[in-house]
Structure formats: structure tokens, C-alpha cells
């Protein structure tokens, strides 16, 4: 139990273009789930909380006009990176808490690899 | 602002020998604290977490401590093998008005000599 998957793994764009990534929780509903980043040899920077039916809530220097979250229901989140650049090539993980179980853990999608050229 | 500090950066122990990583929190309200080991490439897993509620817990060759008055918690990993090599991270819980959320630490990257 506790999946959560991304789509896609892995993307290329042009710079300029914008970039649509899904997360979804497969087997529970998730009442809030994370946006983090993860530059090469780096740690997790969490980027923003998305609760369901709610405007997500940015982290300090996460431009949120840049990176549109869209938290529609129980078990999808999306992130769109609108007008990547090349500074946007990352790793991005997301992660979802559940409405049952233990309340602070939180379960990890397998992650989506940008490349921005 | 919220902050996990996490020690050392790399770690490199003979196979077999014992390895342990050292973090501390600044937030006192903190009562979860999880620890992941992430593979190149792939998503953090989830190997072991504590609540305040405990002062240690162990699994197999996997312990964690924590000491709240100290802010401080530690992972233990005993005899160490090869697929031990990961990069580990450490990570507390962090209480907002939106929703309690993880925060990680640096991250240390372990490395087991065979």
C-alpha cells in the first residue's frame, strides 16, 4: 500500500516552454501532498505544500508564478514549470500524506528528471 | 527559520565496522523524525523513524537515538555491508499553519569498503 507515482520520469524541454509533471497517489487519498527539488549531490529542498481544494503554500524563494501547483483532488497533484530555463534542470519528487495510518509520514513518488536545453 | 543540520557530509567505513550520522533541529514543537536512504536516481525510502515519544528504537542492524532537550538524533548502522552505500538523509517534522511537513537535512553520503 502507499504508492505514489510520477509522470513522467523523465522530460527534455526548450527553454521557454513549460512543463507539466503528475503526481498521484494510487492506492490512498492524499489530503496534502509535497513538491521538492533536488539539484545533483544535493538535498531535498521542499518547495511547497498542495492540500486538496486549497491554493498551495510556497516556500521561501519558490516563485510560485513559475511553478503552478494544482492540487485538484484526493489523489492528483500537479506541478507545471512554466517558462523553464536551463537553472530549472532538477530532479522533482513528490511526496503525499494520507487520511489514515500515521500522521506524519509521508510516502515518496519516484521522482521526474527536467532537462532543460 | 526551520533547520536540520546534518553530520558528517561522506562517511567512509570498512565493511563490517560500525557507521553513525548526527543530526540536530531548531524547531523544540519537532515530535517526528524520519531517515531515508536515497540510491542515485531514485526516491528517498524511508528505513527508519522515531517520535518524540522515544528516546531509541532499533530494527536489525539499524538504530536510532534522539535526545530532545538536545535537539539531537542519530542513526547507528552495525555491521556494515557493501549495499549499505547510499547517500542517507535525516529529516524532522515541521508543524505549520498549512500542514506538518518534513524537512531534510544535507545528507551524508556513506561509502562501505569492502
Known amino acids: 500500500g502507499a504508492v505514489v507515482s510520477q509522470h513522467p520520469s523523465r522530460v527534455i524541454c526548450k527553454s521557454g516552454t513549460s512543463v507539466k509533471i503528475e503526481c498521484r497517489s494510487l492506492?490512498?487519498?492524499?489530503?496534502?501532498m509535497f513538491w521538492y527539488r533536488q539539484f545533483p549531490k544535493q538535498s531535498l529542498m521542499l518547495m511547497a505544500t498542495?492540500?486538496?481544494?486549497?491554493?498551495?503554500?510556497?516556500e521561501q524563494g519558490v516563485e510560485k508564478d513559475k511553478f503552478l501547483i494544482n492540487h485538484a483532488s484526493l489523489t492528483l497533484s500537479t506541478l507545471t514549470v512554466t517558462s523553464a530555463h536551463p537553472e530549472d534542470s532538477s530532479f522533482y519528487i513528490c511526496?503525499?500524506?494520507?487520511?489514515?495510518?500515521?500522521?506524519?509520514?509521508?510516502?515518496f513518488g519516484p521522482g521526474t528528471r527536467l532537462t532543460v536545453t | 527559520g526551520e533547520n536540520v543540520e546534518q553530520h558528517p557530509s561522506t562517511l567512509s567505513v570498512q565493511e563490517g565496522d560500525s557507521a553513525v550520522i548526527k543530526c540536530t533541529y531548531s524547531?523544540?514543537?519537532?515530535?517526528?523524525f524520519p531517515w531515508y536512504k536515497q540510491e542515485l536516481g531514485k526516491r528517498p525510502q524511508l528505513i527508519i523513524d522515531?517520535?518524540?515519544?522515544?528516546g531509541e528504537k532499533k530494527d536489525q542492524r539499524i538504530a536510532v537515538t534522539l535526545n530532545k532537550t538536545a535537539k539531537h538524533f542519530s542513526l547507528h548502522i552495525t555491521e556494515t555491508q557493501p549495499e549499505d552505500s547510499a547517500v542517507y538523509f535525516c529529516?524532522?517534522?515541521?508543524?505549520?499553519?498549512?500542514?506538518?511537513?518534513?524537512?531534510f537535512g544535507s545528507g551524508t553520503r556513506l561509502s562501505i569498503r569492502p
Open positions: 529529516a524532522a517534522s515541521i508543524r505549520s499553519s498549512s500542514a506538518s511537513k518534513i524537512i
Open positions: 511526496s503525499a500524506k494520507g487520511t489514515s495510518g500515521g500522521r506524519d509520514e509521508q510516502y
Open positions: 524547531d523544540s514543537a519537532s515530535n517526528y
Open positions: 498542495s492540500n486538496e481544494g486549497s491554493k498551495a503554500t510556497y
Open positions: 522515531i517520535r518524540s515519544n522515544v
Open positions: 492506492d490512498f487519498q492524499a489530503t496534502t
